[in-house]
């Protein structure tokens, strides 16, 4: 039986465990001047604290491919060389303490330009147009502009151009994020894609620039390293709910998987949601997993499941019972960096630790009362 704290092994990757670090947006980035979309002090020690604290891969935050594909100015970017090299004080630290290092690249498309969430203003400071595959607005966001064919094969260069840059700066694992309403997902979706081109209508057409990003990035991307794909299962409309339009659908995240995993792509980090705001969901514990459950039987492609993680005993019945193969936690991980250490102790897993720490990760603390 598969354990937590097992090997994992995709190409030439081998992971310490299957405890990964999600990606999760900092807004820390210097939002203008030269080092601009670059990694900072603040990454350094966001990332540094989850790899002391255990975790088998840390992923990076959502990266815009170019300028225009970022929510904030303070998004984190990978469109030029001094972007790349911001990162290599942080990758050379994980991989001293055994830990691999992604990175997830995206385009936000209709949802760009937003600002931070705890900004008072809902947009940025300087807007820039958004581009999406069909001039539907998210929400309250202004509608945005749609992209003519020439812009899409950009696109497609601009992704690999970027897993170039990743490539050159030493990450051991590439996410194409094609979830949560981003500009991937937004060609996907039904609701969101209303293209009469080949990039849209048909399940062909509308899973078209998904494909050709793939292929585009597999080519450059080193053949012994990993790639990802990041999938919003389902839109939670029609399909997968009695909601009355239509969207993408547990089943197509099925079949994607199968068409990306012939051509390059090495795992689905599955999660669900985000294509329009007016959707209400029940969420709760794993509530998330059985979609993991589902692309991994029915598709055979390795996944990892995230969404309201937050036990060890609950994580290792995940891994154990074949729901997926590795769990990604995200604010479990904001509130105890050391939550791997942690599961460790409670699954009675003897792991590495730091020399400078192992007392107090090895030994039980004893309270007595009177």
Same mark, same amino acid.
């Given at each position: 039986?598969?354990?937590?704290?097992?090997?994992?092994?995709?190409?030439?990757?081998?992971?310490?465990?299957?405890?990964?670090?999600?990606? +999760? +947006?900092?807004?820390?980035?210097?939002?203008?001047?030269?080092?601009?979309?670059?990694?900072?002090?603040?990454?350094?020690?966001?990332?540094?604290?989850?790899?002391?604290?255990?975790?088998?891969?840390? +992923?990076?935050?959502?990266?815009?491919?170019?300028?225009?594909?970022?929510?904030?100015?303070?998004?984190?970017?990978?469109?030029?060389?001094?972007?790349?090299?911001?990162?290599?004080?942080?990758?050379?630290?994980?991989?001293?303490?055994?830990?691999?290092?992604?990175?997830?690249?995206?385009?936000?498309?209709?949802?760009?330009?937003?600002?931070?969430?705890?900004?008072?203003?809902?947009?940025?400071?300087?807007?820039?147009?958004?581009?999406?595959?069909?001039?539907?607005?998210?929400?309250?966001?202004?509608?945005?502009?749609?992209?003519?064919?020439?812009?899409?094969?950009?696109?497609?260069?601009?992704?690999?151009?970027?897993?170039?840059?990743?490539?050159? #700066?030493?990450?051991?694992?590439?996410?194409?994020?094609? #979830?949560?309403?981003?500009?991937?997902?937004?060609?996907?979706?039904?609701?969101?894609?209303?293209?009469?081109?080949?990039?849209?209508?048909?399940?062909?057409?509308?899973?078209?620039? #998904?494909?050709?990003?793939?292929?585009?990035?597999?080519?450059?991307?080193?053949?012994?390293?990993?790639?990802?794909?990041?999938?919003?299962?389902?839109?939670?409309?029609?399909?997968?709910?009695?909601?009355?339009?239509?969207?993408?659908?547990?089943?197509?995240?099925?079949?994607?998987?199968?068409?990306?995993?012939?051509?390059?792509?090495?795992?689905?980090?599955?999660?669900?949601?985000?294509?329009?705001?007016?959707?209400?969901?029940?969420?709760?514990?794993?509530?998330?997993?059985?979609?993991?459950?589902?692309?991994?039987?029915?598709?055979? +492609?390795?996944?990892?499941?995230?969404?309201?993680?937050?036990?060890?005993?609950?994580?290792?019945?995940?891994?154990?019972?074949?729901?997926?193969?590795?769990?990604?936690?995200?604010?479990?991980?904001?509130?105890?960096?050391?939550?791997?250490?942690?599961? #460790?102790?409670?699954?009675?897993?003897?792991?590495?630790?730091?020399?400078?720490?192992?007392?107090?990760?090895?030994?039980?603390?004893?309270?007595?009362?009177?």
């Amino acid at each position: 039986m598969t354990g937590l704290f097992d090997l994992f092994t995709l190409r030439g990757m081998t992971f310490e465990n299957r405890i990964w670090m999600s990606p +999760m +947006m900092q807004f820390a980035s210097e939002p203008s001047g030269p080092d601009t979309g670059a990694s900072t002090d603040w990454h350094f020690q966001h990332f540094a604290a989850r790899s002391v604290g255990g975790v088998g891969l840390a +992923m990076v935050e959502a990266t815009s491919i170019r300028p225009d594909g970022r929510s904030s100015e303070y998004d984190l970017g990978l469109w030029n060389d001094q972007q790349g090299r911001s990162h290599r004080r942080t990758i050379d630290f994980l991989h001293k303490y055994g830990t691999a290092v992604g990175i997830q690249l995206v385009h936000a498309g209709r949802k760009a330009a937003t600002g931070r969430p705890w900004s008072d203003s809902p947009y940025v400071e300087q807007e820039w147009e958004r581009v999406a595959p069909s001039a539907e607005p998210f929400g309250r966001i202004p509608a945005p502009r749609e992209l003519a064919i020439e812009e899409i094969e950009s696109l497609v260069t601009d992704f690999a151009r970027s897993a170039r840059l990743a490539r050159d #700066a030493g990450f051991d694992v590439l996410e194409l994020h094609g #979830a949560h309403g981003y500009l991937i997902h937004q060609f996907l979706s039904p609701l969101t894609n209303q293209r009469s081109d080949r990039y849209g209508g048909s399940w062909e057409n509308r899973t078209r620039f #998904a494909v050709e990003v793939v292929d585009a990035v597999r080519r450059v991307w080193p053949d012994d390293k990993p790639l990802f794909f990041r999938t919003s299962a389902t839109d939670w409309l029609g399909g997968d709910t009695d909601d009355e339009r239509e969207g993408w659908t547990s089943a197509d995240s099925v079949s994607l998987a199968r068409v990306l995993g012939d051509r390059g792509v090495d795992l689905f980090d599955v999660s669900t949601g985000g294509i329009t705001p007016d959707v209400k969901i029940t969420v709760g514990p794993n509530y998330q997993v059985p979609f993991a459950e589902k692309i991994r039987v029915e598709s055979g +492609m390795p996944t990892a499941a995230v969404g309201l993680i937050t036990e060890p005993y609950q994580a290792e019945q995940i891994v154990a019972s074949g729901q997926a193969d590795a769990v990604f936690l995200a604010r479990e991980l904001l509130r105890n960096p050391n939550w791997a250490q942690r599961a #460790a102790f409670e699954l009675e897993v003897p792991v590495r630790h730091p020399q400078q720490y192992a007392r107090g990760f090895q030994e039980r603390i004893r309270v007595t009362t009177r």
